[in-house]
Nanobody, 122 residues
Framework: QLQLEESGGGLVQPGGSLRLSCATS?????IGWFRQAPGKEREGLSC???????FVIESVKDRFTISRDYAKNTVYLQMNDLKPEDTAAYYC???????????????????WGQGTQVTASS
């Protein structure tokens, strides 16, 4: 099973930025980013396919950017202008290898990381 490890979370003031990293044991998988706040359902945020087609949901697309570094087997989620409502545990997940498109539907993903906490608070 593909191994994934998130990092880069932390406490940031509203308006600040964080870059989350998702390190994988293999490349050429579609990768998705999700978050879950206490008492809320898991929310799909962004994904990048093995063909590097990227998608970000409308509600954060002006602030969040996804990218991939093949040399480091790492996918990043750059988050700018963070708001208190962005506070959540953030997870990356791996889907199908070689898939030309990706999805932000959680059931499309087979392997999940342990998550990293992001807290935007003054």
């Amino acid at each position: 099973q593909l191994q994934l490890e998130e990092s880069g979370g932390g406490l940031v003031q509203p308006g600040g930025s964080l870059r989350l990293s998702c390190a994988t044991s293999e490349v050429y998988y579609s990768i998705g980013w999700f978050r879950q706040a206490p008492g809320k359902e898991r929310e799909g945020l962004s994904c990048i396919s093995s063909a590097d087609r990227a998608f970000v949901i409308e509600s954060v697309k002006d602030r969040f950017t996804i990218s991939r570094d093949y040399a480091k087997n790492t996918v990043y989620l750059q988050m700018n202008d963070l708001k208190p409502e962005d506070t959540a545990a953030y997870y990356c997940a791996a889907g199908s290898p070689g898939a030309p498109y990706c999805s932000v539907i959680a059931s499309s993903y087979d392997s999940w990381g342990q998550g990293t906490q992001v807290t935007a608070s003054s």
